[in-house]
């Protein structure tokens, strides 16, 4: 089973995706972690990108494809993989698609968790974790029973993201936007696509997000 996780930074792709990880076996495909692990492993396809990288230029997706290419050889026998970030143009949806047929492997499903950007922004802009401790908070669904008492460690120092604000989750869902809309089509037309309310409680997320595997 191999699955796009779809949707803006702060919808709970992380999450669910971790949940999926400790209920199917499957593995992450993140293309930022992956490049980290192969130019830490110095890797052939790591040495390129860092090289690359070092020369301040954008990775190519040949390279990018190359580092899937590896994940995809490296995981066990039946195990699925979950893309996180990729593809985000329709050449890499493409690419995507050849790097798996020739593997005999297929994309099984394309979720995306459907927000609100209003509501999400809310939810984002009101995040704020105890310094000490790293317990999460927020203004408005989840404070300290104490006001200013954290109620894991009894600390009293908070902090927030700096780009946790409303300008940068606005332009991050602009981004998102921009990035997702030429290969939405592409999916669709596959009818493989399907939709989630990303602004459900976590376990309603992921009990729909199993709904939509087991209707296969």
């Keep these: 089973m191999n699955i796009i996780l779809l949707g803006p930074p702060g919808a709970g792709k992380g999450t ?7 209920r199917h076996g499957m593995k992450q495909l993140s293309t930022g ?7 830490k492993a110095q890797t052939p396809v790591g040495l390129k990108a860092k090289a ?3 020369a301040g230029q954008l990775v190519s997706d040949e390279i990018v494809s190359a580092l899937i290419g590896d994940e995809l050889d490296a995981l066990a026998e039946g195990q699925g993989a979950i893309f996180d970030g990729y593809p985000r143009t329709a050449p890499q949806a493409e690419s995507l698609e050849a790097i798996l047929a020739s593997r005999g492997k297929k994309l099984d499903y394309v979720i995306e968790l459907d927000v609100n950007e209003d509501a999400l922004v809310e939810r984002i802009t009101g ?6 401790c ?4 927020h203004d408005t669904f989840e404070k300290p029973a104490v006001e200013g008492t954290c109620d894991k460690c009894g600390g009293h ?5 700096p780009d946790d604000n409303e300008e940068t989750v606005r332009t991050r869902m602009a981004e998102y936007r921009a990035k997702t809309a030429p290969i939405l089509p592409i999916y669709e037309a596959q009818g493989i696509v399907s939709r989630v309310d990303g602004m459900a ?4 997320v992921t009990a729909a997000i199993e709904a939509i595997l087991g209707k296969r």
Excluded at 16 to 22: N, T
Excluded at 157 to 161: A, L, V
């Design 134 to 137: 790293g317990k999460g908070y």
């Design 16 to 22: 669910q995706a971790q949940r999926l990880v400790e």
């Design 52 to 54: 690359v990288m070092e």
């Design 33 to 39: 972690d992956m490049l980290r692990a192969a130019v």
């Design 157 to 161: 120092e908070f902090k927030r993201r």
């Design 201 to 204: 409680d976590m376990d309603e």
């Design 127 to 132: 995040r704020y974790t105890c310094a000490t």
